[in-house]
């Protein structure tokens, strides 16, 4: 192979490699899973908070069922005190029908109250379970991402490993100042070499002389663009 042709090849597993590394990069920033993160954190939270109302209601219709015994029982005394025909007296009887309508207002209000909060408890564990639910699928999807991209890293470091053993054969066997030169040209132009389309360098899209061409296209030698100075190349119809 020419030393010409080789650099070419060297240039085109450059490039290759810096795609590779690039998706590489974003694969580890792994921006997509970072928010699926955060939004999993987010329905952690939820599911605790609604987890820890339920706990509260529960443990306040306890006591208001607590409550509504305590009452039942003051009733069934005041009742019993009320219809015994034991007391006769107008004023003390009169007390006693107010304490019963008094407690009963509270038994009433006690039972709206139980009401209310097992209105919460149902609408609550409702959206404790969609909100579950939410997380499952979103932590399986997550579990998928995480795999899928762990799969394409590996993918890419095998594929970058074998890319660098090939530039390391191809330097093996360039020419010493060959190589130099590229490497130099890497870092000044960012590009060392470039194709010829038509008569035009693509590195800096200016016509190149017919007897140039036909120099390069011998491809025994090193021909440099007389404008960018970039290693020119002329590639062959492929033949498949
Ligand atoms: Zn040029």
Known sequence: MSQ??????MHEID?????LELENETLEKNDNIQDILLSLQEKEYDITNFKTQLEVDDIKIQR??????QK???LKEVNEKLYSGE?????????LQDEEKQIKEEL?????EILKLLDNIESDTEKLYSVEKEYRTLKDKYKELKRSNKERSNIIKNKLKNLKEEIKKIKINLDKDVLEKYENLNKKKGKAI???D???????HMSIPLSTISKIKKGNELIYCDNCGRILFYQLEDKA
């Open 15 to 19: 490039k290759e490699i810096k795609e």
């Open 194 to 196: 470039a194709k010829i």
């Open 64 to 69: 208001l069922n607590q409550k509504l015994k």
């Open 4 to 9: 010409l042709k080789s650099i070419w090849n």
């Open 72 to 74: 039942n029982f003051k």
């Open 108 to 112: 009433e209000d006690i039972e709206n």
């Open 198 to 204: 038509g008569d035009k360098c693509t590195g800096c």
């Open 87 to 95: 007391i006769t007296n107008i004023k003390k009887l009169s007390t």
